[in-house]
């Protein structure tokens, strides 16, 4: 999804979550949660060369919900449990805090 895909979405009021997605690994991400076809589907946010979006911080990830008219978000910070001593999967904890600005 682009920007301008997330503005429109944002402007016909079918958002149902924006989570700002954290894990202590990578630089963070925002995904887009919203109404397609009475399912709800979900997309990151991405450069016009299709490349997903990173930010370096919660302000960056504001500065570009601003963009769109948003004001609401969750951070959603992923943990991951000891992966050495995992089996064929990881397993994974998330925590998820609400976002107003």
Not at 7 to 33: D, K, W, Y
Request: aromatic share 6%; glycine share 6%.
């Amino acid at each position: 999804m682009n920007m301008s895909e997330f503005i429109t979405l944002a402007e016909q009021h079918r958002l149902r979550n924006v989570n700002f997605i954290e894990s202590g690994c990578g630089p963070m991400v925002i995904q887009v949660e919203y109404g397609k076809d009475k399912e709800v589907a979900k997309d990151l946010i991405k450069d016009n060369e299709g490349g997903v979006i990173t930010c370096r911080s919660v302000t960056e990830a504001y500065d570009i919900c601003h963009r769109a008219g948003v004001h609401r978000a969750n951070l959603v910070q992923v943990i991951p449990h000891d992966e050495a001593c995992t089996n064929s999967f990881a397993d994974y904890h998330s925590e998820s805090i609400p976002l107003r600005f």
